[in-house]
């Protein structure tokens, strides 16, 4: 019994062994024959670059100062064989939709004439024309207009000019000087503005010493504002009444300011004519221009 059994199972495992070889062997075979179908398929798909020839001189990329335009080939896109059965494709070809041109000027510059039938393509573009003098004359014209029309509009406006035609407010104005003053005079005047105003048609420059609603005296003391004697800076003159004049004390009304002359020894002032109403002034003094023995 041992011994048929042993048999039997050396005969299964020799039959099991035949089986593998066999399937082994046919796994190589079709392997082989894959792989010599994949070779055959690169071969007859490969592209030699170096054997590349261009049919046409102009094929290839499109130049740098090209227009606008289309790319086109001559043949078909179709593989061609080589000798060495080697395969390459016709490039395309960049066809310009506009063919421009060129024209050169007398200093061997170039530029593109448009397409124009009454234009002829070897045509010179002409130099511009020189504008006329009489064009730049009235431009010329129309600035200075334009420039005096502001200057005008400023100095009647906004700022003014006068001349001083007395020693009444020297030191600080002297006779001859040019003062420029702002018109501005809305918001009133303040204690030692010096304004410029008109009395019998003549322009005068004062000092204000008293605004609206101050009580304005004039004593054996000197000048008195609220009941206070008044120190006032580069007034060397004592400020004394007028037999013919003004009554003191005297409140200065609403709209109205009091002025004195700096130099108060015979000058015609507030103590003459009485306090002045603000919108009857010309403006406050910003500058003066001292042009005197020029």
Do not use: C
């Amino acid at each position: 019994m041992l011994g048929d059994n042993a048999g039997v199972l050396e005969t299964l495992k020799e039959q099991e062994e035949n089986t593998m070889i066999k399937t082994i062997d046919e796994l190589n075979k079709e392997f082989l024959a894959e792989l010599n179908q994949h070779e055959i398929a690169e071969k007859s798909t490969e592209i030699t670059l170096d054997t590349f020839e261009p049919a046409h001189p102009n094929q290839g990329f499109p130049p740098d100062d090209f227009l606008s335009g289309h790319w086109e080939s001559d043949k078909t896109l179709d593989g061609v064989e080589h000798e060495d059965n080697s395969l390459y494709f016709e490039p395309l070809l960049w066809e310009p939709d506009i063919a421009p041109e060129s024209v050169t000027h007398e200093d061997d510059s170039q530029y593109f004439e448009p397409e124009d039938e009454n234009t002829p393509t070897n045509a010179v573009r002409d130099k511009p024309k020189p504008q006329s003098v009489w064009k730049d004359l009235l431009y010329l014209a129309v600035k200075i207009g334009i420039i005096l029309l502001a200057f005008v509009a400023i100095t009647t406006f906004v700022f003014g000019f006068a001349q001083s035609a007395e020693p009444s407010m020297s030191p600080a104005i002297k006779d001859g000087d040019l003062v420029i003053f702002h018109r501005y005079k809305k918001v009133g005047y303040n204690i030692s503005d010096v304004i410029v105003l008109e009395h019998n048609g003549q322009i005068q420059a004062r000092r204000v010493v008293a605004t609206q609603g101050d009580i304005v005296d004039i004593t054996e003391d000197g000048l008195m504002i609220n009941g206070s004697i008044q120190q006032e800076a580069n007034i060397y003159q004592k400020t004394e009444r007028y037999e013919i004049g003004v009554d003191f004390p005297l409140t200065v009304p609403d709209g109205h300011v009091f002025v004195l002359a700096d130099n108060r020894e015979g000058a015609t002032d507030s103590r003459i004519y009485g306090t002045v109403e603000i919108s009857e002034t010309y403006g406050k003094i910003i500058t003066v221009l001292r042009r005197r023995g020029i």
